[in-house]
Every structure is written in structure tokens, then in C-alpha cells.
């Protein structure tokens, strides 16, 4: 099969790429190509596709100027995510800005398990996702358990902005609770003890001694609130697995995500403080990343 280069833009726009191409990959993004395109076609606003198959495209002053801007801002390692204020989870957009983590795709394999785990029941569920950030486990949830009642929560006040905006942009805006807090205290302030059906968390889990080693998008770009796990990276497993057992009803489950090599940690933690093990789920990479644990 013969690898088409795009022909339907200018001369001139193919420079630019080309251009643009070398100084992302100079910059030490392997994807240079990709990106460039992505963000050319972001400019021109059409789909990358556009530029293989729509009428010839070429950038007028302003947007060549625009162009090199986003070129010069992904070279210095700030996330495509960032720039384009948007990532895609569960087939879903979602509004990203520096204040929350950009969603990862592994984060849907706790979607995956709460399906799996939980199926779709027509009964009103209580279902809660502590740390939501953007909000891309409450609002994917809330699409999926359409008769749910769905709390949030985050201790950042402008993350729970960002994923109010993402509930209004999917039509939720009435549905999820927001709730502003260290963790499970905004539960206990609303009385949800042994109420909870399901509850989900992604919580911060890089030790704290990583965090100057990870990837220069994540060190320089991402919110060490959404990162920072503590010492061992397991900080916040430790506050929320005595602690949420008290708000899960009996048989509630509560679905954690997990960094590499915390999973047999966070198990014995797990069971130490109460909960069965119901199931760890690998992710693509064959790392343990989902413990499911059930209130027995
Ligand atoms: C790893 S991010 C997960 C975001 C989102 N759930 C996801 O999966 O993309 C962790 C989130 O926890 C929030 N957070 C950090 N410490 C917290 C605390 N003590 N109480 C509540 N939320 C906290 C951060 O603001 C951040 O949004």
C-alpha cells in the first residue's frame, strides 16, 4: 500500500509542516508529524483529516503567526492536551486546563470494572468518584447510569470548575453533586454513611522522590496536587481505605486505580482494614492498575 503524503494543501502549508515537523521532533517528541498536524488543522479549524482530502488549505498571516506560537509552545514540552484545552475519554471530550490532570486512557479500565463488576442496574444508585479533576469518571458514569444520583469530589476548587463544565457540556449539569474537600469529608457532611454503592478514585499516586524524573509535560505542566502520593506514592490509599468503609454499603464497592507496583501494597492494605479483594485488573501495558474491593 502506498503511504500518501498530504496533497490537498499548498506548497507553502506543507513547508510550514514540514518545518513545524522538525522542530517538535528537534524538541524531543517522537509524534513531531502528528502533532504538527493536529495543531494546523486546530488553527484552521477542520479535522487533521481535512488536510489530506480537503480543497487545497493555506494559512493566512495571522494564523501562520497563531501557528508558530502553538509549534513554539509544544516545543517547550507544554501538553498538545493543554493546548488544544481538550482530551477525549470514553469516546468523550473533555475540557482540560492546567488546574487538572489530563485524563489518561488507563483511567477507563475503572469504568471497564465498574461495568464488569456492577452492571447496569435500573435501580437508583448511589455512585460517588473522590478526586474527579475534569470530571471524567462522574460524568462518563453519569452517562452510563442514567438513573444514578452522582456526587464529586476534589480539594481543588478550580479543578471542580473545570468538571462542572464538562457535566454541563454532556448534559449533567443538574445531575452530579460537586463537592469541595479533603477527600471523604465532604461525604460525612452530608450524612452518606453506608449509602454508597459504587465508589471510584484515581487519587494522586507518583512518590513524591519521581516526581523530578517523570516526562517534562507531566513535571512542568501538570498540578502536583493531582501527582504527589507522598513518600511511597501511597499516601492517600492510606487515608481512604479505612476511611471509606464506613461510607460503602454492605457489598458497596470501592474501585481505586493504582501506580505500578502498588497494587500487592494496596491490596494487604485493604485487607488489613476490612475490605475483600474482589479483583485486580491489569491494563495494557500488563500492569496491575485496578484493585476492586467490596465491603463485605
Ligand atoms: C490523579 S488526579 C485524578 C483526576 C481524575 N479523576 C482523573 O482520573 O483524570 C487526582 C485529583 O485529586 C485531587 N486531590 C488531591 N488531593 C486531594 C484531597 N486531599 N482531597 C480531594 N481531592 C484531592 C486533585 O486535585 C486531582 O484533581
Excluded at 470530571?135 to 444514578?148: H, M
Excluded at 476548587?157 to 471523604?184: C, K, Q, T, W, Y
Aim: aromatic share 6%; hydrophobic share 40%; net charge neutral.
Amino acid at each position: 500500500m502506498k503511504i500518501s503524503t498530504p496533497t490537498s494543501t499548498t506548497q507553502e502549508t506543507q513547508d510550514l509542516l514540514r518545518t513545524a515537523t522538525r522542530a517538535l521532533i528537534e524538541a524531543g517528541i517522537p509524534d513531531g508529524r502528528r502533532e504538527a498536524e493536529t495543531l494546523i488543522a486546530h488553527i484552521l479549524n477542520r479535522p487533521r483529516l481535512d488536510l489530506y482530502r480537503a480543497d487545497a488549505l493555506s494559512l493566512d498571516p495571522d494564523q501562520r503567526e497563531a501557528f508558530a506560537g502553538l509549534i513554539r509552545r509544544r516545543a517547550s514540552r507544554e501538553p498538545l492536551q493543554y493546548i488544544l484545552g481538550i482530551q477525549e475519554f470514553w469516546g468523550l471530550e473533555f475540557r482540560v486546563t492546567t488546574d487538572t490532570l489530563i485524563p489518561r486512557p488507563e483511567t477507563e479500565l475503572l469504568i471497564e470494572a465498574v461495568l464488569e463488576q456492577f452492571g447496569r442496574p435500573a435501580l437508583p444508585i448511589t455512585l460517588v468518584d473522590l478526586c474527579t479533576g475534569t470530571g471524567c469518571l462522574a460524568v462518563t458514569l453519569g452517562t452510563l447510569y442514567p438513573t444514578a444520583r452522582i456526587l464529586a469530589t476534589d480539594r481543588s476548587p478550580a479543578a471542580l470548575d473545570v468538571a462542572r463544565s464538562n457535566a454541563l457540556r454532556h448534559g449533567m449539569a443538574g445531575r452530579i453533586e460537586f463537592l469541595e474537600g479533603d477527600l471523604l469529608e465532604p461525604l460525612a457532611s452530608i450524612s452518606l454513611h453506608n449509602r454508597i454503592d459504587v465508589m471510584t478514585v484515581n487519587p494522586p499516586y507518583v512518590p513524591a522522590g519521581e516526581l523530578d524524573r517523570l516526562q517534562p509535560e507531566v513535571r512542568f505542566h501538570e498540578p502536583r496536587l493531582a501527582l504527589n502520593g507522598g513518600c511511597d506514592g501511597l499516601d492517600y490509599y492510606r487515608r481512604i481505605l479505612p476511611g471509606a468503609l464506613e461510607f460503602l454499603r454492605p457489598g458497596g464497592r470501592l474501585f481505586l486505580e493504582v501506580g505500578i507496583r502498588q497494587a500487592i501494597p494496596v491490596r494487604e492494605m485493604a485487607e488489613q482494614s476490612g475490605w475483600r479483594v474482589d479483583q485486580i485488573k491489569k491494563d495494557l501495558q500488563k500492569i496491575d492498575r485496578v484493585v476492586v474491593l467490596k465491603k463485605p
